[in-house]
């Protein structure tokens, strides 16, 4: 069975600070492929990053980045210097190839000014 | 790029109507789209999975008469919730799966609708 566990429901933080949201996944596949949405009050689903389980570089891009570690299950996502604009629900997803996705319960992140 | 568009955004219906959300895929042809459901504080669910001109195949717990799932086309997929109960009342959600670009996998793409609120009063 596939599974998605983001440990952290709520996260307060203040302008500026970084904070790093948790992911870990459980699959039997040996191939699959990672994801985190952001889904603003608004409702919409926006993409923020796709990786495949053969490709554990680490990526960055502007404030965002994440790191994927195999050997753990994690697929973590951090964000640098935060913004109000960041506060949102993040989740984190597991999908394969003509399958559905399994998400993750969301983390409600808030960033305070 | 490629987008996925529902209709309505926002729904308001009364208890023992019928409601229908469209989901479309605008420039390019979907051949599985998803059905999610969301209530308040919780993760996305998967309701059903449709192949146009087939059945949808629905999650256990999802009552097919209740969600029925036409997907005649290669560009729309309708959702009807029948006899809506204020239970039903619920951020609904859909994925198309074909094209470019987005959340990937292995040269399909996945891409997202941007929801529909449904209230049943």
């Known amino acids: 069975a596939q599974k998605v566990t983001q440990a952290q429901t709520e996260i307060s933080v203040v302008e500026k600070e970084d904070v790093t949201l948790d992911c870990v996944y459980e699959?039997?596949?040996?191939?699959?492929?990672l994801f985190w949405y952001k889904q603003p009050p608004s409702g919409e689903l926006v993409f923020l990053i796709r990786?495949?389980?053969?490709?554990?570089q680490n990526e960055i891009s502007g404030r965002y980045s994440w790191n994927f570690q195999k050997s753990t299950s994690s697929f973590n996502f951090t964000i640098t210097a935060s913004q109000v604009v960041d506060s949102a629900v993040y989740f984190c997803?597991?999908?394969?190839?003509?399958?559905?996705?399994?998400f993750g319960p969301g983390t409600r992140l808030s960033v305070l000014p | 790029g490629a987008v996925v568009s529902q209709h309505p955004s926002w729904v308001i219906c009364k208890s023992g109507t019928s409601v229908k959300i469209e989901c479309r895929s605008l420039?390019?042809?979907?051949?599985?789209m998803f059905w999610y459901r969301q209530f308040p504080k919780q993760s996305l669910m998967l309701m059903a999975t449709?192949?146009?001109?087939?059945?949808?195949?629905?999650e256990q717990g999802v009552e097919k008469d209740k969600f029925l799932i036409n997907h005649a086309s290669l560009t729309l997929s309708t959702l009807t919730v029948t006899s809506a109960h204020p239970e039903d009342s619920s951020f609904y959600i859909c994925?198309?799966?074909?094209?470019?670009?987005?959340?990937?996998?292995?040269?399909?793409?996945?891409?997202f609708g941007e929801g529909s609120w449904l209230t049943v009063v």
């Open positions: 994925s198309a799966r074909g094209g470019m670009g987005g959340g990937t996998l292995s040269g399909n793409t996945i891409y």
């Open positions: 699959t039997r596949d040996t191939t699959y492929y």
């Open positions: 990786r495949n389980s053969f490709d554990e």
């Open positions: 997803a597991l999908g394969n190839y003509g399958q559905n996705f399994v």
């Open positions: 420039d390019f042809q979907a051949t599985t």
């Open positions: 449709s192949n146009e001109g087939s059945k949808a195949t629905y």
